[in-house]
């Protein structure tokens, strides 16, 4: 079966120049589909950002000895002087320590966004995140892939001064959703983006590749990373406009969580002319090395996030409480399933701690 590993069901929020929020859910949840999908039992600020300094896309995780670290950026992805930032508890959340830098480009011309964070089996705790050369937006994007490392529950990392090795090599590709720890120590992490340079600026009369998305595999807890197995992702892709610029169209941002049932979820954002930030779902059952076709959820996905909950050991045989959660509008909205994404419950609007929702 494979492993799950989530900080005690602690989730994260962060928000631009407000702040960065947990939320204790689900202890107070049921197991059942008849009773409350989500209960938010306790939440707190973890940080409080500003204009100057914001809060961005924030990610958690749960070291050996119960202490909580929280990671956050500085800013939007693709701004200009953004780095990422540590903070931890030793109190469950309770009381934070003050923020530190944890990576920061040194190019100006660079760019910095963290991922997921994920602790292993072991207490190895892996935060991938990625540097890019942006040469136009969305369209023409250089990028490296780094994974931080610690072995000692966050007091030191390796892995921040060179790159991940991806085979076959890949221009501009990106890191999105925590990587998954199977049973046999196998490490799946999804990456998307694109294998090659534009072939062309003049996108008036030119449609970029479609973007590529998938998993690529470790067996080595992380420290080098082999076989690639993309999503079936040929749906309807032309470009997309995206204000005033334009973007490649395909599945992008995924979340991936291992069922009990032992098959492999795959939670995806999909864009393209037609769509827009639209979630799709794709199943694997031999450990990630092949995936079904995505079939659409019905529900938006930006930043897609989603994990089995705690409580689905009460379950009847091997079923799943799995969490999905998005952004939406101004909103972070929730919502759960009892059957694998065959169908998802109401929405839980979710509302920091300061009163504002985003």
């Known amino acids: 079966m494979p492993r799950t590993h989530h900080p005690a069901q602690i989730a994260s929020v962060g928000i631009v120049a407000g702040v960065v929020a947990s939320l204790l859910i689900g202890v107070g949840g049921s197991a059942t589909a008849a009773g409350p999908a989500i209960d938010i039992v306790s939440s707190g600020v973890i940080h409080t950002g500003s204009s100057s300094s914001p809060v961005v896309i924030s990610t958690l995780a749960k070291a050996a000895d119960g202490d909580l670290i929280a990671f956050y950026n500085t800013g939007n992805d693709g701004a200009a002087d953004v780095g990422v930032m540590m903070t931890r508890s030793d109190d469950d959340g309770a009381t934070w320590t003050t923020p530190v830098e944890f990576a920061a480009p040194d190019d100006p011309a660079?760019?910095?966004?963290?991922?997921?964070?994920?602790t292993l089996a072991d207490g190895t705790i892996l935060l991938p995140y990625n540097l890019q050369t942006i040469h136009q937006a969305y369209l023409n994007r250089e990028t490296?892939?780094?994974i931080a490392r610690s072995s000692d529950g966050g007091t030191t990392w390796t892995g921040k001064d060179t790159p991940v090795?991806?085979?076959p090599d890949w221009y501009g590709a990106?890191?999105?959703g925590e990587i998954v720890e199977l049973g046999d120590g196998t490490l799946l992490?999804?990456?998307w983006g694109s294998d090659e340079p534009p072939a062309s600026t003049n996108y008036a009369t030119f449609n970029p590749k479609q973007l590529l998305s998938g998993v690529v595999r470790s067996t080595d807890g992380g420290l080098t990373w082999g076989e690639f197995s993309a999503f079936d992702a040929q749906l309807d892709a032309?470009?997309?406009?995206?204000?005033s610029s334009w973007m490649p169209a395909g599945l992008n941002e995924t979340s991936i969580?291992?069922?009990?049932?032992g098959?492999?979820?795959?939670?995806?954002r999909y864009d393209s002319r037609n769509v827009d930030r639209t979630g799709y779902l794709a199943y694997s059952n031999d450990g990630g090395r092949s995936w079904s076709q995505p079939v659409p959820t019905g529900l938006g996905a930006r930043g897609p996030a989603a994990f089995v909950a705690s409580c689905s050991a009460g379950l009847p045989g091997t079923d799943s409480k799995v969490i999905f959660t998005t952004a939406d509008g101004s909103a972070l909205k929730m919502y759960t399933t009892y059957d694998g994404g065959v169908t998802f419950g109401n929405a839980t609007n979710v509302q920091l701690p300061t009163g504002v929702t985003n």
């Not at 660079?110 to 994920?118: D, E, H, N, P, Q």
């Not at 969580?257 to 049932?261: F, G, H, K, T």
């Not at 098959?263 to 995806?268: C, F, I, K, S």
């Open 144 to 146: 490296d892939i780094y």
């Open 165 to 167: 090795t991806l085979t």
């Open 189 to 191: 992490m999804p990456i």
């Open 110 to 118: 660079s760019r910095i966004s963290a991922g997921s964070a994920t």
């Open 238 to 243: 032309p470009l997309r406009p995206l204000g």
């Open 257 to 261: 969580v291992a069922l009990r049932d």
């Open 174 to 176: 990106f890191q999105f």
């Open 263 to 268: 098959r492999l979820m795959a939670v995806m």
